[in-house]
């Protein structure tokens, strides 16, 4: 039996990192091991839109005319995709709570008899080394026509600069110089850092170090959701 057992409820999960430290590879395993969603609000909103939603028209306009979502449309669009059964048991939050503000609303939202899971939000922060997140980001190559993702510095191609499967020519994002890492990094840290003490000062939240290997990652999440459930490992 792994540390996932079956029988284990996990709740509802938010999962912290800096870009680069392995956040979507761990969810999508948590998500097949535990049974359940990861729920992405990039994903709500575009979901809302695309249904054409009260919210979602209200979304539309506000992103056409240049401004960003407000914390009571997205709250709301939160709080539906919140009432549906398949959170029952617990689920993993992608990019929300942003903000203290957000983080009090589902705090809030969760203390009320409308949320479907009886457990708090806990939150677990994977850390990795900002020297190896520059060479994981920076060194990071794709290939335009088969999307085989590559790495110069630790999963080079067999040809320097050309795809092992088809031969084309790789490519690095924009998003992945170190400008645009440098830039990402503040973002991070300024609308994280207060989102991190709120869950901390509760009690709520632990860290867990992101330079292992992907299954010892894995590891100490599962022991980090344990103990946060107040559970010992078996």
Same mark, same amino acid.
């Given at each position: 039996?792994? $540390?996932?057992?079956?029988?284990?409820?996990?709740?509802?999960?938010?999962?912290?990192?800096?870009?680069?430290?392995? @956040?979507?590879?761990?969810?999508?395993?948590?998500?097949?091991?535990?049974?359940?969603? !990861?729920?992405?609000?990039?994903?709500?909103?575009? @979901?809302?839109?695309?249904?054409?939603?009260?919210?979602?028209?209200?979304?539309?306009?506000?992103?056409? *005319?240049? !401004?960003?979502?407000?914390?009571?449309?997205?709250?709301?669009?939160?709080?539906?995709?919140?009432?549906?059964?398949?959170?029952?048991?617990?689920?993993? $939050?992608?990019?929300?709570?942003?903000?203290?503000?957000?983080?009090?609303?589902?705090?809030?939202?969760?203390?009320?008899?409308?949320?479907?899971?009886?457990?708090?939000?806990?939150?677990?922060?994977?850390?990795?080394?900002?020297?190896?997140?520059?060479?994981?980001?920076?060194?990071?190559?794709?290939?335009?026509?088969? @999307?085989? *993702?590559?790495?110069?510095?630790?999963?080079?191609?067999?040809?320097?600069?050309?795809?092992?499967?088809?031969?084309? *020519?790789?490519?690095?994002?924009?998003?992945?110089?170190?400008?645009?890492?440098? !830039?990402?990094? @503040?973002?991070?840290?300024?609308?994280?850092?207060?989102?991190?003490?709120?869950?901390?000062?509760?009690?709520?939240?632990?860290?867990?170090?992101?330079?292992?290997?992907?299954?010892?990652?894995?590891?100490?999440?599962?022991?980090?959701?344990?103990?946060?459930?107040?559970?010992?490992?078996?």
């Amino acid at each position: 039996m792994t $540390l996932a057992a079956s029988d284990f409820v996990p709740g509802p999960l938010l999962l912290l990192g800096a870009p680069g430290v392995g @956040k979507g590879t761990q969810a999508q395993i948590l998500v097949t091991e535990y049974s359940i969603p !990861q729920i992405s609000t990039g994903e709500i909103l575009r @979901k809302n839109i695309a249904e054409g939603t009260e919210l979602g028209r209200k979304a539309k306009d506000l992103m056409a *005319s240049g !401004q960003f979502v407000d914390d009571l449309t997205v709250n709301g669009m939160v709080e539906a995709r919140l009432s549906e059964p398949d959170v029952t048991r617990g689920y993993i $939050l992608d990019g929300y709570p942003r903000t203290l503000a957000q983080a009090d609303w589902l705090d809030s939202y969760l203390d009320t008899p409308h949320a479907t899971s009886s457990l708090p939000l806990v939150a677990i922060s994977i850390r990795v080394d900002e020297t190896e997140l520059l060479r994981r980001i920076t060194g990071r190559r794709i290939c335009p026509t088969c @999307k085989c *993702s590559y790495n110069i510095y630790s999963q080079p191609p067999r040809t320097p600069g050309i795809c092992d499967h088809d031969g084309t *020519s790789l490519i690095q994002r924009p998003d992945d110089t170190e400008e645009a890492f440098e !830039q990402r990094m @503040k973002e991070y840290a300024a609308k994280t850092v207060h989102v991190i003490d709120h869950y901390r000062t509760q009690g709520r939240f632990e860290e867990v170090d992101g330079s292992q290997p992907i299954e010892q990652v894995t590891a100490a999440i599962h022991s980090a959701l344990k103990k946060l459930r107040g559970q010992k490992e078996e």
